[in-house]
């Protein structure tokens, strides 16, 4: 892993993480084009360091918007809470079940399999994002065509909209390509959050399951087997983590400026075509043995 290799990644990163396009399935493809092992322990945590990056970026975009919204008041911080536990906890058992039969059933007989062997597969990140790109373009198309129907802006996310949130996020989890941005924002959509809102929410949930994230793949990483990262190169790897964990921070403040805009000017379902046309060039790199 080259300080080149690093840079590239976090802008990638950085780029797609809070777009809804899936940073993961970007990721792998890049570091498959550059020849790196997606499931090695130094790229488990620069992939860590790149989520934390983009974590606290989202937390800097959004905190003026949270202030005046969820923290405007003792009752309106108490609502957004239990809002994010519902929608973390079904998130949770839904993502959790997923990964439990698809440990025991694809990859049954494998000793210490894990769902992330599958991540590096090109050929469940196609249809994946095949997936999320539908999504996006139902949302987008049937926003465009209900303009000015939405909820009323002050009307808020309700129980059984997080709830319904919380399980879309919960079917992205295990499978990369899913953009989770991407389902979560058009399933607000499609329940008629008004596009600000269901934003808003979404990279609050964001921020409440990347830390769980984050603290699984250190887990794994730190269960690797004896000797998989040489001990003298545990600094520099560190550093470089640091060092695209930053980069990751400023690709990601540029992504959701980005985001916003195309949100406010109607043109949500052009993520979707993107997607679709993704999906494809994903494929033809299986195709040709990536």
């Not at 990163?13 to 890049?30: D, F, I, M, N």
């Not at 550059?34 to 620069?46: A, E, I, N, R």
């Not at 949302?139 to 997080?162: I, Q, T, W």
């Amino acid at each position: 892993m080259s300080l080149f290799n690093v840079f590239i990644l976090a802008i990638v990163q950085g780029l797609a993480e809070l777009l809804p396009v899936s940073s993961s399935a970007h990721v792998v493809v890049v570091e498959k084009l550059m020849g790196l092992d997606p499931t090695s322990p130094p790229m488990t945590l620069l992939l860590v360091m790149l989520h934390t990056g983009t974590m606290f970026a989202v937390i800097a975009y959004f905190w003026s918007q949270w202030r005046a919204t969820y923290f405007s008041s003792a009752g309106a911080f108490k609502a957004i809470v239990v809002l994010l536990l519902v929608a973390t906890a079904v998130t949770g058992v839904i993502g959790e079940a997923i990964v439990k039969v698809i440990e025991k059933t694809a990859l049954r007989g494998l000793p210490h399999s894990e769902i992330e062997d599958l991540f590096g597969h090109l050929e469940f990140i196609a249809p994946a994002l095949a997936a999320a790109g539908v999504l996006i373009l139902i949302a987008g198309l049937r926003e465009s065509r209900l303009r000015g129907a939405a909820r009323p802006d002050s009307g808020e996310v309700s129980l059984k909209d997080a709830g319904i949130i919380g399980a879309v996020q919960g079917l992205c989890l295990p499978f990369r390509g899913f953009s989770r941005s991407g389902a979560t924002i058009s399933t607000g959509m499609l329940l008629g959050v008004s596009k600000p809102r269901a934003e808003r929410f979404s990279f609050a949930l964001a921020v409440v399951l990347t830390p769980a994230v984050v603290a699984r793949e250190v887990l794994r990483l730190l269960h690797a087997p004896p000797g998989t990262l040489a001990q003298g190169s545990l600094q520099s790897v560190a550093l470089l983590c640091l060092f695209g964990a930053v980069l990751a921070f400023i690709a990601g403040l540029l992504a959701l400026k980005w985001l916003s805009r195309w949100l406010e000017s109607g043109r949500w379902y052009l993520f979707g075509v993107y997607c679709l046309v993704a999906a494809v060039g994903v494929a033809l790199l299986h195709y040709r043995g990536f």
